[in-house]
């Protein structure tokens, strides 16, 4: 089975972390066995899942799914111990003062390492990634494109080797729709709606990608707009919230109606009020293509 990679990102604050879970969820479900990445040295769902500990190695949370939590320089490290093979060595390698210094400044180095394993099954370069489906809760929308370009400036920056070979690879198969799959999350409200157009064009005019747009926390009404005016000819706190929610709607209908034409898929979530964070990772995951 051909690995497919997913890229989940968006706007802080819109739910893209619980839309990745969905969705590794959604492929695991179907029989592949899927590693959802986190990005970054915190865990977000270390405390979402109650789990005990999160960290660079996948660790099994449902059937057919793992999670890791991934930095750079993790990647960076792993990748290195993978070709040097003596321990020793490579401890010797990282634990130089002019290589803490060298990783810690050299532009893209962090994010070169963060794609360089994310591709690595396609490309069948570096440690091995047993995984049918990766899905990455990747950085929010500025960090996002900074982390794609990546490879294209590092591959400009040193054009012969295999580090100018490697980065050419990378840049390769994240622009593959074959391989790589990007959604973009964003919220029904004006400014969310804006970032999330911003990046999808970015996407198809710098990398030639197409991004699914996912609107996420739509309010579904349980009464029609008919029933929602006659309440708010009422004198009472029910009229009150059955204008604001007619308004609310209204809004949202707006939004709904400009996401139809920022991506040929547009999927809808509604907004849903689940006390347990897997009872709405299962709810959001049914709704998702």
Same mark, same amino acid.
């Given at each position: 089975?051909?690995?497919?990679?997913?890229?989940? &990102?968006?706007?802080?604050?819109?739910?893209?972390?619980?839309?990745?879970?969905?969705?590794?969820?959604?492929?695991?479900?179907?029989? +592949?066995?899927?590693?959802l990445v986190e990005?970054?040295?915190?865990?977000?769902?270390?405390?979402?899942?109650?789990?005990?500990?999160?960290?660079?190695?996948?660790?099994?949370?449902?059937?057919?799914?793992?999670?890791?939590?991934?930095?750079? *320089?993790?990647c960076l490290q *792993?990748?290195?111990?993978?070709?040097?093979?003596?321990?020793?060595?490579?401890?010797?390698?990282?634990?130089?003062?002019?290589? +803490?210094?060298?990783?810690?400044?050299?532009?893209?180095?962090?994010?070169?390492?963060?794609?360089?394993?994310? &591709?690595?099954?396609?490309?069948?370069?570096?440690?091995?990634?047993?995984?049918?489906?990766?899905?990455?809760?990747?950085?929010?929308?500025?960090?996002?494109?900074?982390?794609?370009?990546?490879?294209?400036?590092?591959?400009?920056?040193?054009?012969?080797?295999?580090?100018?070979?490697q980065s050419r =690879? @990378?840049?390769?198969?994240?622009?593959?729709?074959? @391989?790589? +799959?990007?959604?973009?999350? &964003?919220?029904?409200?004006?400014?969310?709606?804006?970032?999330?157009?911003?990046?999808?064009?970015?996407?198809?005019?710098?990398?030639?990608?197409?991004? *699914?747009? @996912?609107?996420?926390?739509?309010?579904?009404?349980?009464?029609?707009?008919? &029933?929602?005016?006659?309440?708010?000819?009422?004198? =009472?706190?029910?009229?009150?919230?059955?204008?604001?929610?007619?308004?609310? @709607?209204?809004?949202?209908?707006?939004?709904?109606?400009?996401?139809?034409?920022?991506?040929?898929?547009?999927?809808?979530?509604?907004?849903?009020?689940?006390?347990?964070?897997?009872?709405?990772?299962?709810?959001?995951?049914?709704?998702?293509?």
């Open positions: 089975m051909k690995q497919e990679i997913h890229f989940v &990102t968006g706007k802080g604050g819109v739910g893209k972390s619980v839309l990745a879970a969905a969705l590794a969820l959604k492929k695991s479900q179907e029989g +592949k066995k899927t590693l990005l970054g040295d915190q865990s977000f769902f270390k405390d979402f899942f109650n789990l005990p500990q999160v960290g660079f190695q996948p660790v099994s949370i449902r059937p057919n799914l793992s999670l890791a939590l991934w930095t750079g *320089e993790a *792993e990748y290195a111990r993978h070709f040097i093979k003596v321990e020793s060595l490579a401890k010797l390698f990282f634990e130089n003062a002019v290589m +803490k210094a060298f990783i810690n400044v050299a532009p893209a180095l962090p994010e070169l390492a963060i794609l360089g394993k994310v &591709t690595s099954g396609p490309r069948k370069h570096g440690p091995a990634l047993p995984f049918d489906c990766i899905v990455v809760d990747a950085f929010a929308t500025g960090h996002f494109i900074a982390l794609l370009e990546a490879p294209k400036g590092m591959a400009e920056a040193v054009q012969f080797g295999p580090m100018g070979e =690879s @990378i840049d390769a198969h994240i622009r593959n729709p074959e @391989i790589c +799959k990007y959604h973009v999350v &964003t919220l029904p409200e004006e400014l969310p709606l804006k970032e999330a157009s911003e990046l999808i064009a970015r996407l198809k005019n710098e990398f030639g990608v197409t991004a *699914e747009l @996912i609107m996420n926390k739509m309010i579904e009404a349980p009464v029609s707009e008919q &029933t929602l005016q006659e309440v708010q000819s009422e004198n =009472s706190d029910l009229s009150k919230f059955a204008e604001y929610l007619d308004g609310h @709607i209204r809004r949202q209908n707006q939004m709904w109606a400009q996401a139809q034409g920022l991506s040929p898929e547009v999927t809808r979530v509604p907004l849903y009020f689940e006390s347990s964070a897997w009872a709405l990772v299962e709810k959001t995951a049914e709704v998702l293509k």
